[in-house]
């Protein structure tokens, strides 16, 4: 069945750096748009980065252009959030969705990125 499983976050300091890591599985994961989303505590959830399918498009929210960098391995199946200069407004659980085709719309079941000194 499909899976998407992120890993990578936790606990880090302003300033500091994560990289997210999503795993995919049961879907052909070179012809899927991939995008990490995040919804920080009473917010609703909001588009992080998008990348295509081959990896030659990439789109970030304004708030995030220039710290953070989506990119992907086809041969691993995994597309990762490397995140650099973090602030405290980067506290959300993030999650990695799998698009395609129109109808074909999978997700991840998250994982917690916390900004604090």
């Known amino acids: 069945q499909v899976q998407l499983v992120e890993s990578g976050g936790g606990s880090v300091q302003p300033g500091g750096s994560l990289r997210l890591s999503c795993a995919a599985s049961?879907?052909?994961?070179?012809?899927?748009?991939m995008s990490w989303y995040r919804q920080a505590p009473g917010k609703e959830r909001e588009l992080v980065a998008t990348?295509?399918?081959?990896?030659?498009?990439?789109n970030y929210a304004d708030s995030v252009k220039g710290r953070f960098t989506i990119s992907r391995d086809n041969a691993k199946n995994t597309v990762y959030l490397q995140m650099n200069s973090l602030k405290r407004e980067d506290t959300a659980v993030y999650y990695c969705?799998?698009?395609?085709?129109?109808?074909?719309?999978?997700w991840g079941q998250g994982t917690q990125v916390t900004v604090s000194s």
């Open positions: 049961g879907f052909t994961f070179r012809m899927y748009g």
């Open positions: 969705r799998a698009r395609a085709y129109m109808t074909d719309d999978y």
């Open positions: 990348i295509t399918g081959a990896g030659g498009t990439t």
